[in-house]
C-alpha cells in the first residue's frame, strides 16, 4: 500500500512541475513581450523625408543594405550578355536548301510523278520567296547545273552559319554571301536564284546564353563586398533629412521606435500585472476546470496556443490593431476545449495584449466584445457547411462593434473609421479560416478532439461501425442505445454529447473478436455454459484489451480509447463470480479475479457511459416482464446507487446532483423506447397483441 502511495505522489510531483515549468516559461515569455512593447518603447515614427528629431549612431555592425545594392546593381548594368551559337538553325537550313533541289529534281520529271503543272507544284512545294521567272529558271537548268548550284549553295550557307550571324549582323552576311555567289562561273540569273535561295535561310544563330549570363552575374554579384555601417558610426545628426538610405540603416539596425525609456517603474509594474493576470487564470482554471491541470497534452496545447498568440501579438505592433487575431486563440480553446475556459482565455490574451501593443480603451473593448461572441459563435462551426456562415456573421459583428466603438470614441465618422470597419471584417473571415484550417495540426500533434472529427466517427458508413454492426448486431443495437442515453445524460449535464455518443458507439468493439461469448449476439446455446467461471470471466474482461487494440488499429483518438477501458471501471462481474463462489469446494475465490482491471471513469462522459451501459443492459432484461416506468426508474436508480456505493464514480467529476440529472435523462430514453400503449376498447387481446406488434 505505502508503495503504491509513494508512486502516486511520485506523479502528482511530476505534475505539478510540468505545469510548473509551463507557468514559468509563459511568464518569462509575457514578460520580454510586454518589455519589448509598444509601451516601453520610445516612439519615432521616421519616414523618409522627415528631420531627424536626434542624432543616431549605429549600435552595431550592420550591412548598408541601399549602397550596397546599389553596388550590386553597377555590377550588374556592366556585364554583358554571353552569346551561343545554336547548332538547330545551320541543321534545318542545310536541310530545307537540299529538300528545294531535290524538288526541283522532281519537278523536272513530271512524267514519272504524275506533276500537273510543273510550275505550280514547286512553287507549293518549297514555298520561297522566288519570282515565277526564277521558278522557271531553276526548272529549266539542267541536272549537272541544279547539282553544282546545290553544292555551292550549300558551302557558302555553311560557311556563313559557322562563322556565326548576331541579329545586328544580318544585313552584312548577306551581303558577304551575295558577293561570294557573284563569284561563282554562272551567268547572272543563275548566281541571282541561288542567292535568292540562300537568302532565305541565311538567319542569325548567334543567341544570348542566359544561363551563362546569370551564372557570370550571380558570380560577379558573390564577389561584392558589401558596405558596411560600423558601430559608433554617424547615421544622421538631429535637424538632417532622413533619405531612404539613412532611413533604411536605421531599420536594419533596429533604431526606428526602438529606443527603451530610463524609467525602470513601468517595466516593474509590467512585471507585476502580468503575474497578476497569469496567477489569476491559473486560480480559474483550478476552480472551475481542475479536471484540465490532470491532462498533460491538454495543458501542453494550452500553453503552446497562448504562445504562439502572444508572440504573434509582439511581431503585429507595428500594423493596425484591428488586423490582429487575438480571437483565434480564444475560438481554438472553444473548439478543442472548452467555452467558457476559451472566454476566460481570451480575457487574459487581451489583457495582456493591451500591454504589449500600448493599446488603449477602444483596443480591449473590441476584443473582449468580438473574443467573447467569438468563442460563441464559432462552436456553430462543427457542422461543416455552416462554416462560411459562421465567419460571416463573425466578421459582420466585428465591424458593427468596430463601427460603435469608432462613433462613439472618435465622437463621429471619418474615412479612417470606415477602413477600420473593413479591417475588422477581414479580421473575423481570417481568423475562422485560421482557426478552422489549423484543426488538423491540433488533432495530430495533441491529439486533439474536434467536433469535426468526432462527428465524422458517428457516421454509419465508418468501417469499424459496419463492421460492428455486421459481425456483432446485438452488440451494435447495444452500443447504439447506450451512445443515445449516455448523449442525453451529458448533454443535461452541460458536458460534451458530441464525445459521449461517439464513446458509446464505440465502448463494446472489443467484442468484435468473440462477438458468441457475449450474451446480445446469443442466438442458440450459450458457450458458457461449457467453461468455467474463472475462464468466462477472463474472456468477457478480455473485450477491453481487444477494444483498445481495435481502437489502435482503427487509428481512433485517445479519448476514445480512453472510454473504452473506463466504461466498465473495475466492476466486479457479479454473475461468473457468484457462480464461481457456489461451485469452488477446494479453492478460495477472490474478487480480484472477477473485477475488470480499470481504471475508474476520469470524466463525465465515461462515467455517463458506464451507468448507460448497465442500466440499458438491465432494463432490456427487465422489460419482458412488463415492468412500469416507474418500475424502471426505480431500478435505474438503484443501479446507479450501487455503481456509486462500489466506489466507480470516485474518479469522474460527478456531483449527487449530477448523478440525479443523469437519471432524469436516462428515462426521458427509456420512456419513449417503452412508452405504454393504450389497448383500443373495440379489440379483443389477439387483436391488440398484433397491433402492439407493429408499433
Known sequence: MRGGYF????????????????????????????????????????????????????????????????????????????????????KQALIQISDFFEAVAKTKKPHLYGYGDPLQHLKQETALYLTDDQYSLSISLDDEIIKSLKENTIDIVQATLNTGIKQDGEIKSLLDVKDEFEKLPYERDITTLAYSIASVFIKPNIVIDEESTQQMIAQKISEVEPVWVLQGQKIVDQGEIITEEIYYILESLNLIDKGFQKNYFPYIGGILLVLLLQIFFYVYIQTFHKHISHQKKEILMIFTIYCITIGLIRLMTQV???????????????????????????????????????????????????????????????????????????????????????????KGYSVELFQYCIFAFLNGILSVIITVGSLPFWEGVFDAI????????????????????????????????????????????????????????????????????????????????????????KIIKRHIKDGLEIATSYKLPRVIKDIIQQHHGTTLIKYFYYKAVKESVITEVTEEDFRYKGPKPQNKEAAAILLADTVEAAVRAAMPNKQSMKDIENLVRILIKEKLDDGQLEESTLTIKDLDIICVSFMKVFSGMYHERIPYPTMDKKEADEDADLD
Open 450 to 537: 474536434t467536433p469535426f472529427k468526432l462527428l465524422d466517427l458517428t457516421n454509419p458508413s465508418q468501417p469499424l461501425l459496419r463492421k460492428l454492426m455486421i459481425e456483432a448486431p446485438g452488440t451494435y443495437h447495444h452500443s447504439l442505445l447506450v451512445a443515445n442515453l449516455s448523449e442525453m445524460a451529458v448533454s443535461d449535464m452541460g458536458g460534451n454529447p458530441i464525445l459521449a455518443r461517439v464513446g458509446g458507439y464505440y465502448h463494446d468493439i472489443g467484442k468484435l473478436y468473440h462477438p458468441q461469448y457475449f450474451k446480445e449476439n446469443q442466438m442458440m446455446d450459450n458457450p458458457h455454459d461449457l467453461l468455467e467461471p474463472m475462464i468466462s470471466a
Open 7 to 90: 508512486i502516486q505522489r511520485i506523479q502528482l510531483i511530476k505534475k505539478q512541475s510540468f505545469i510548473l515549468l509551463l507557468t514559468l516559461t509563459a511568464f518569462l515569455l509575457t514578460s520580454g513581450m510586454v518589455a519589448t512593447g509598444a509601451y516601453m518603447r520610445e516612439q519615432y515614427a521616421l519616414k523618409i523625408g522627415d528631420v531627424s528629431p536626434k542624432r543616431f549612431a549605429a549600435t552595431k555592425e550592420s550591412i548598408n543594405q541601399v549602397s550596397t545594392e546599389r553596388r550590386i546593381q553597377e555590377v550588374r548594368n556592366s556585364i554583358k550578355p554571353l552569346y551561343k551559337q545554336d547548332p538547330e538553325t545551320e
Open 320 to 410: 493596425p490593431f484591428i488586423l490582429i487575431p487575438i480571437s483565434i486563440a480564444g475560438m481554438l480553446i472553444a473548439i478543442l476545449l472548452d467555452v467558457q475556459l476559451a472566454i476566460m482565455m481570451n480575457l487574459l490574451i487581451t489583457s495582456i495584449a493591451a500591454l504589449i501593443y500600448k493599446g488603449n480603451l477602444q483596443f480591449v473593448l473590441f476584443f473582449i466584445i468580438s473574443g467573447t461572441l467569438c468563442c460563441i459563435l464559432v462552436m456553430h462551426t462543427y457542422q461543416r457547411n455552416k462554416i462560411l456562415w459562421v465567419a460571416f456573421l463573425i466578421s459582420v459583428v466585428n465591424s458593427v462593434i468596430m463601427f460603435g466603438l469608432g462613433l462613439f470614441f472618435d
